[in-house]
């Protein structure tokens, strides 16, 4: 029975490689397992729709801890860590990011890692894979609209080639704006998005 299968859309050597980059949870290392989060979410999503097929009629049947050391030389559990994050929306993403640089700035040191995300989101109000707390009584509720953000926006200035970074922000019920970003980094995102509106509108 073969005890091995390839396949391109399996990413099995760009998750690898990215793999043997990571080193402690810095900003970099933290960059480069998002990325391979995506390349497992993509891959274990084509996997279960017709790759476990083919390679079953290839004679290669592994159960999941098989597949993940096989494949990426890591355990099952970091495996669907990383699918679980690769699913997040940008935003929650974003958000956590810039949750860690505002931790840093004031003085902390932020653990930034998937499980460390994981973990943020599900205590996080309004973040994609967050729980929301048990229901209280209207003061209880009151105060927990108080500190979600009421507005949060983000935009990909580094992507677009036009700043250093992307940009995230976060404005909560008292108007206090949270951010990593400059005054010129705000105004380009601010000027995307009225040009995207006015094209909208067209």
Wanted: proline share 2%.
């Amino acid at each position: 029975m073969s005890t091995t299968y390839t396949h391109t859309n399996l990413n099995t050597t760009k998750i690898t490689n990215l793999l043997s980059k990571i080193g402690k949870a810095d900003k970099t290392s933290f960059d480069y397992t998002l990325a391979m989060a995506n390349m497992v979410a993509d891959a274990l999503a084509w996997w279960k729709s017709e790759g476990k097929e083919s390679a079953k009629a290839m004679g290669y049947t592994p159960n999941a801890e098989q597949f993940a050391i096989d494949q990426y030389g890591f355990q099952k559990s970091f495996m669907y860590k990383l699918a679980k994050v690769g699913a997040m929306a940008q935003e929650t993403i974003e958000n956590f990011k810039l949750a860690c640089d505002t931790d840093e700035q004031n003085g902390g040191r932020p653990t930034r890692s998937i499980e460390a995300l994981i973990k943020w989101a599900n205590a996080t109000p309004n973040q994609e894979g967050g729980e929301d707390g048990e229901e209280g009584g209207e003061e209880s509720e009151g105060a927990e609209i108080k500190q979600k953000p009421i507005v949060t926006f983000t935009c990909r200035l580094a992507d677009l080639g036009l700043s250093d970074k992307n940009l995230s922000l976060r404005i909560d019920a008292d108007g206090n704006i949270t951010t990593t970003s400059t005054e010129e980094q705000i105004a380009q995102a601010i000027a995307i998005l009225q040009s995207a509106i006015a094209q909208s509108q067209k």
